[in-house]
């Protein structure tokens, strides 16, 4: 009940903070140089076709009357017409939120489990050779350019070995894959689909990879900061001196107050995630919300570039909150 | 007894492998300007000379790293990119930190609403991924060189601003201050001589690994097309030109740009690392 009551108070607090997201960024896109109705004419419109395009996008209305109209289709859901495709933004949204989503969790999933083992395995060795090499390998996937390491595995995992599909697409389309959520991974779940399953794997695994190992970098370098330091509290020196098993001082004493501030750590990583998605969509040709809003904002789609800058800063909140509600929970003197 | 002494042994271990990474990091980022200062001496041909007889040659012959679609020298453009990599990322964050440590300092010494107001901006600032937000930026101000400068400082600016005014805040209430302003110093004076270099020391542990930053950055926004664009030479865009061949299986084009950019930002990265670990290291013992 007290858990709620937190959600609750917090997703009210996150309400003034998403409305000055809408304000502002509804005015910079428009305030700013770049004009979407002239991308979608051709080089021989005329002044009077410029006005009838821009009238039907109901750009010739005052700006006031425009962000109403935009507020009132937010609230019930509606976030207009992409300029550039003539298509409602909510469903072309919806399209591209899965495949994107898919490829993140996977990918910090992955990095989170690699960072704590190697991670603690690394503090209890702390300034010898094991622990020297995982910490130069951090600074080096610290230092990736993530667009480059998906090019180098294309590189080989691709154009040299032929192990993984070529860069285009998310699934064989041989396989006849019933899309649902656009994740086509749980989509071949849930349809049981075995081949779809296999083929959107292989599709999903370079880009997986090469999110997963510039992710895992930040990850790695605070497990071990914070393993480390629990090592050389007094009360884990205690925990080792009255003789406990090797296997309940590492559960109890050591991943457990180690492990408490990774759930933060995570949420402020996802935010690296996203920017990194952007170029590694574009690398692997993956249809997914950093290629559309990357689109939206080079075109100036205005609707486009407000739905998913929101969308980015309520995930970005939501990210938190989750974080908060798992640290609760993780250790017991944190009050909410 | 046992205890204190491989404490004392591993301590002074670890001092040297801090010693090595900052060695280690300023070797390479030595090596790296060298180069490009010495690009015209080096390369053999200009950054943006065109071989027209020699398209996607590979490597060897009178181009040692090949040439790219349009026939340029890639070892040429490797050298020549180099200048423009750190010269714009070393010039970015030297603006993000004048810049954040002066709204840092106004905002933690004077407190009250220039407070409220310079940290409400910095919330909306981080309230984004930082590479969205440049990304952001550049589409609005365009791609010349002093404007992707502008970008990269701009986005990394916030984060000083909160650093300093953080230090700021603390070193504020300190004894010396109040000695210092009773004793009848100006509030300039007091910011200049006794606020400013105090505040000072996480931002040069922090500027290093944020060059190697911003490095990325630029490279990661020409590759999208947003930042430099081909023929002129920078890591980024020549491996967002090499990447259609690297699918067809050619290396040379964009693998090398890729690996120098990485090098260099390993190099910033070894440097602040070594630096953070003994400002830690100073701050426990």
């Known amino acids: 009940m007290r858990l709620l009551r937190f959600v609750a108070r917090r997703l009210l607090q996150v309400v003034p903070v998403l409305l000055g997201v809408v304000v502002l960024t509804f005015v910079l896109v428009r305030v700013l140089p770049g004009d979407p109705i002239r991308t979608i004419l051709g080089p021989n419109a005329t002044e009077a076709d410029a006005a009838a395009a821009r009238a039907r996008f109901g750009l010739d209305k005052p700006m006031w009357q425009q962000f109403l109209d935009y507020l009132k289709g937010l609230v019930t859901g509606d976030f207009g017409t992409s300029i550039q495709s003539g298509a409602p933004v909510g469903s072309e949204l919806a399209l591209r939120v899965g495949p994107t989503l898919e490829l993140v969790v996977l990918a910090v999933g992955l990095a989170l489990v690699v960072a704590v083992v190697l991670g603690v395995w690394s503090a209890r060795r702390a300034d010898r050779f094991g622990d020297h090499s995982v910490r130069i390998l951090a600074l080096v996937g610290n ?194 | 007894m046992a205890n204190g002494r491989t404490r004392a042994v591993s301590r002074r271990a670890g001092g040297g492998f801090s010693r090595a990474l900052i060695v280690t990091g300023a070797a390479i980022l030595a090596v790296v300007a060298l180069a490009a200062l010495a690009a015209p001496l080096i390369s053999g041909w200009g950054p943006e000379e065109i071989d027209a007889n020699a398209t996607l040659a590979g490597p060897g012959g009178a181009h040692p790293l090949g040439t790219d679609t349009n026939g340029m020298d890639i070892w040429s453009r490797l050298l020549y990119a180099a200048r423009l990599d750190l010269g714009v990322a070393v010039a970015a964050v030297a603006l993000a930190v004048v810049a954040g440590t002066a709204l840092g300092l106004l905002a933690g010494y004077l407190g009250g609403w220039v407070d409220d107001v310079l940290m409400r901006i910095v919330d909306i600032f981080q309230a984004f991924p930082t590479f969205i937000l440049a990304l952001a930026v550049a589409a609005l101000l365009g791609n010349g060189t002093v404007n992707l400068v502008i970008t990269i400082a701009a986005v990394n600016a916030p984060a000083y601003a909160r650093l300093v005014r953080a230090e700021v805040r603390s070193i504020r209430e300190l004894p010396f201050v109040d000695a210092s302003i009773t004793s009848g110093a100006s509030t300039l004076g007091v910011l200049w001589r006794h606020v400013l270099p105090n505040s000072l020391t996480p931002v040069r542990v922090i500027a290093p690994l944020n060059c190697g930053w911003a490095m990325l950055t630029l490279a990661g926004l020409s590759f ?62």
């Open chain 1, 143 to 336: 230092s990736m350019p993530e667009f480059w390491l998906g090019l180098v595995l294309i590189l080989v995992g691709y154009s040299a070995l032929g192990w993984f599909p070529a860069p285009s697409g998310r699934v064989d389309p041989d396989t006849d894959l019933t899309p649902l959520t656009g994740a086509d991974l749980v989509d071949a779940i849930l349809t049981a689909n075995g081949p779809a399953f296999t083929s959107a794997l292989s599709h999903l695994a370079l880009p997986v990879a090469t999110l997963a190992i510039v992710v895992v970098a930040p990850l790695l370098r605070s497990v071990r900061a914070s393993a480390l330091e629990v090592l050389r509290s007094e009360a884990y020196l205690a925990a080792t001196t009255h003789g406990l098993r090797p296997r309940t001082l590492l559960r109890g004493y050591l991943l457990r107050p180690a492990l408490v501030r990774l759930p933060a750590l995570a949420a402020l990583v996802f935010g690296t995630a996203i920017g990194s998605t952007v170029l590694i969509e574009y690398v692997y040709s993956w249809q997914g919300f950093g290629q559309w809003a990357l689109r939206g904002l080079l075109y100036r789609d205005y609707p486009v570039v407000q739905a998913s800058v929101l969308l980015i800063a309520l995930g970005y909140v939501l990210v938190f909150l989750i974080a908060d509600v798992v640290h609760a929970v993780l250790d017991p003197r944190v009050r909410i």
């Open chain 2, 224 to 285: 999208l097309g947003l930042g430099v664009t081909v023929p002129g030479a920078e890591w980024g865009a020549m491996i967002s030109l090499g990447s259609p061949d690297v699918v067809a299986g050619r290396w040379w084009t964009s693998v090398p740009p890729g690996l120098a950019l990485l090098v260099c930002v390993l190099g910033f990265s070894l440097l602040g690392e070594g630096l953070q670990e003994r400002a830690d290291r100073r701050r426990t013992s």
